[in-house]
């Protein structure tokens, strides 16, 4: 095995790489070789090694080589002030046309050609930030005693909702793609199991072309057991604060000098405001009013102004609500006087969670599938509280949109792999 080109050192070297640029000069090229680890400037003399001077010529970028030389150290080199000196090359695979997109290119045509797209330095690290924090949050959940489980995504009703699922066929009959591991972190809890998380694919069958929507994303989700109250679960915004810590450390100034983003750690505890006292916070503040009718849940323009709202109130990027309408909210969310006991989360404008303390009590739970129409739907799910349940919540985070976020990308599309949209089904 080839040495990666980070872990080169001074002397001889074998080692591969794509081409990213060729600077070819009458006796001499200067030629920039990358893999995952970094990048590194090989320099060919012409005159002393002409025919590997003649492999490098005819070589497009994308192209991938294998090179022998010397490493040596050199103050003239920009590039980590050193170079190796080829002195063979074998080419191992070899690029046949000039890249059909360019740093002018859309990101629609980008995604045409995803594969190439992602050979940028920034989407490298943008999946490196990705790993960094879902590492970060699985450690957080581990050190507190929480069992990683793996739902199915293939289910047999329609959805918690009851819209927005992807039917299936499946052998004589259908299927449908889960929305959510909701019902199953709820079941493991009912199993005894008292804390749960899950990273993994995620399906909502939604026509939405903003920003922030895509019809399969990952998720990561948690539930616990022995809350008194959705405040417990708002406390886990330690996850958080924990996972940007760990981003922060690891990538900050590589963040900062490729984005142009500052990571900020959060200071604990998030503030916390009513529904009701935002929208008049809005309004006093913006000038922003929208119907009675319509403030039981947040609107989009609320959910963009309390970005700015959130800096001014509290000097904080983000903002627990509380206190929505039933009408909006899911129908296992537990309710005290009519209201749901749940929360949103919402970080420089763009909610990023919903979560909430859980309904285990078998009757009251059946009377609110029954008061949405889902009754039959959830019918399977409603077993889950017939022989007793302990008190939960929990939330899931859509692991995409916190990365859109943290490094302020312009659409979900840049923090993807593979983005999925209404139009979108490949590559």
Request: with cysteine.
């Amino acid at each position: 095995m080839t040495t990666q080109i980070s872990k080169l050192e001074v002397g001889k070297v074998k080692f591969q790489g794509t081409i990213e640029t060729v600077r070819d000069k009458k006796n001499i090229q200067f030629i920039v070789l990358k893999d995952f680890s970094g990048k590194i400037q090989v320099t060919v003399d012409k005159i002393a090694h002409a025919e590997v001077g003649e492999v490098f010529a005819k070589l497009l970028t994308g192209s991938t080589v294998m090179v022998e030389g010397e490493l040596v150290k050199s103050e003239y080199v920009k590039m980590g002030g050193q170079e190796v000196l080829a002195e063979s090359v074998i080419v191992t695979s070899e690029a046949k046309e000039p890249y059909p997109i360019g740093p002018e290119s859309n990101i629609d045509q980008r995604i045409d050609y995803r594969w190439l797209d992602l050979r940028q330095d920034k989407n490298l690290l943008i999946f490196k930030v990705q790993t960094c924090f879902t590492e970060a949050m699985r450690e957080f959940l581990e050190k507190r005693d929480f069992v990683e489980i793996h739902s199915p995504k293939l289910i047999g009703t329609a959805s918690e909702s009851g819209s927005e699922v992807f039917e299936v066929k499946y052998f004589d009959g259908k299927a449908y793609l889960a929305q959510s591991p909701q019902f199953y972190k709820q079941l493991a809890i009912s199993a005894g199991f008292g804390r749960v998380f899950e990273c993994g694919p995620v399906f909502r069958a939604e026509k939405s072309h903003s920003r922030k929507h895509a019809t399969e994303f990952t998720g990561f989700d948690l539930e616990f057991a022995g809350i008194e109250s959705c405040e417990d679960v708002m406390k886990m915004e330690e996850l958080v604060t924990y996972a940007l810590t760990k981003v922060s450390e690891k990538y900050g100034e590589a963040i900062k000098a490729t984005f142009g983003v500052e990571v900020v750690v959060p200071k604990l505890p998030f503030p916390r405001i009513e529904l009701c006292d935002l929208y008049d916070e809005l309004e006093k503040r913006y000038g922003y009013k929208i119907d009675d009718s319509e403030k039981d849940d947040l609107s989009t323009e609320g959910e963009k102004l309390c970005k700015q709202f959130a800096m001014e109130a509290y000097g904080h990027e983000f903002l627990f609500i509380t206190g929505y309408g039933p009408r909006k909210r899911a129908f296992y969310h537990m309710r005290k006087n009519g209201v749901p006991q749940g929360y949103d989360l919402i970080w420089k404008g763009v909610e990023i969670t919903t979560g909430a303390q859980r309904e285990h009590r078998y009757e009251i739970l059946k009377s609110q599938a029954e008061e949405k129409g889902l009754a039959q739907d959830v019918e399977f799910y409603l077993q889950f509280f017939k022989y007793g349940c302990q008190p939960h919540g929990g939330f899931g985070l859509g692991l995409d949109r916190i990365i859109m976020n943290l490094l302020e990308l312009a659409n979900i599309k840049e923090a993807m792999f593979i983005f999925r949209g209404p139009e979108r089904i490949t590559p």
